[in-house]
């Protein structure tokens, strides 16, 4: 069974800071990966999808990549700011499945 | 991507009770996908809706504590029944897309 790994659990940084979260898996036969932001109470919210095929994407000040032979996946954020406080999942699709990381808790300090 | 509407955003509920939770999509999906978040904990998928079939249930969740219907290719609901606090989580649907998954806003539900 697929497992998923987050570190670190939580995060502090000052706000203009660039960071980087990581997310492992155990199993590389995935179809894709994606990262997720969640607001405290809140749903779900995709930052970012990387298909197997490739290494990166981006969106904004954000960088995802994958490197599915050593099962990492690692979220880059840039110029971080307050409003990027949130928890920061990662998961894993094999097939229909998804599987989750357990969080990363982001806290920018302004 | 889809737009799911989920509701009740939040819900405070009596334990012995029951609660359905509706999805319902902007585009016609073949899968559906309910999630369930305790608290302080990551998602763990409940089960997934096919229309015109049963649910499948993942381990450690059965169809008489989590009715689902999805009696169409744009809705599911989700009941959870016979509620006890432990059952006091975040419960989420989920639609795949070419995109990535989409997911509905969630239900907050707390039992007491």
């Known amino acids: 069974k697929q497992e998923v790994t987050q570190i670190p659990a939580a995060l502090s940084v000052p706000e203009g800071e660039n960071l980087v979260l990581n997310c492992s898996f155990t199993?590389?036969?995935?179809?894709?990966l994606q990262w997720f932001r969640q607001d405290p109470g809140k749903g779900l919210t995709s930052l970012l999808l990387?298909?197997?095929?490739?290494r990166e994407q981006t969106s904004g000040r954000l960088n995802a990549s994958l490197d599915k032979s050593s099962g990492r996946s690692t979220l880059y954020i840039a110029a971080s700011q307050p409003g990027d406080s949130a928890t920061y999942l990662c998961?894993?699709?094999?097939?229909?499945?998804?599987?989750f990381g357990t969080g990363t808790s982001l806290t920018v300090i302004p | 991507s889809a737009v799911i509407s989920q509701k009740p955003s939040r819900d405070i509920c009596q334990r012995g009770t029951s609660l359905t939770i509706q999805c319902q999509v902007d585009?016609?999906?073949?899968?559906m996908f309910w999630y369930r978040q305790q608290p302080g904990q990551s998602l763990t998928l409940i089960a997934t809706?096919?229309?015109?079939?049963?649910?499948?249930?993942e381990s450690g969740f059965v169809i008489d504590k989590f009715p689902i219907s999805r009696p169409n290719l744009t809705f599911s609901t989700l009941t959870v029944s016979n509620m006890s606090p432990e059952d006091s989580s975040i419960y989420l649907c989920?639609?795949?897309?070419?995109?990535?998954?989409?997911f509905g806003s969630g239900t907050r539900l707390t039992v007491v």
């Open positions: 998961a894993v699709a094999t097939g229909n499945q998804f599987y």
């Open positions: 990387i298909q197997s095929s490739q």
């Open positions: 199993d590389s036969a995935i179809y894709n």
């Open positions: 989920s639609v795949p897309r070419p995109g990535g998954y989409t």
């Open positions: 809706a096919n229309q015109g079939s049963e649910a499948t249930y």
């Open positions: 585009s016609q999906v073949t899968m």
